[in-house]
């Protein structure tokens, strides 16, 4: 499984990115996916998470009603729409894929393969 994380950058505060994940090497609609980052000096914490279908989603408190996950399952891409951002939300993103198929929920422990992260930074 190979997952490739792009869309980061300099952003400054109360403005929007996107994130996208493309994923090869398996049936990418089988299975749940989702979105980590880690801050420079912190640990890795789960930010959102979206099921097979696309038909359920989790988000982080700290994200929540700013952040938007969604799944294009024909073009094997997941998506983290990211607005009102902080200079908190500064960090690493990484997207992450279960290992599991036709799960509707994964515990943030559960993923099993991470793509290499792309670079979120948020001016104040």
């Known amino acids: 499984v190979q997952l490739q994380a792009s869309g980061g950058g300099l952003v400054q505060a109360g403005g929007s990115l996107r994130l996208s994940c493309a994923a090869s090497g398996r049936t990418f609609s089988s299975y749940a996916m989702g979105w980590f980052r880690q801050a420079s000096g912190k640990e890795r914490e789960f930010v959102s998470g979206i099921n097979w279908n696309g038909l359920t989603t989790i988000y982080a408190d700290s994200v929540k009603g700013r952040f938007t996950i969604s799944r294009d399952n024909a073009k094997n891409t997941v998506y983290l729409q990211m607005n009102s951002l902080k200079p908190e939300d500064t960090a690493v993103y990484y997207c992450?894929?279960?290992?599991?198929?036709?799960?509707?929920?994964?515990?943030?422990?559960?993923?099993?393969?991470w793509g290499l992260g792309t670079l979120v930074t948020v001016s104040s």
């Open positions: 992450a894929t279960d290992q599991y198929s036709y799960r509707q929920t994964v515990r943030p422990n559960e993923y099993a393969y």
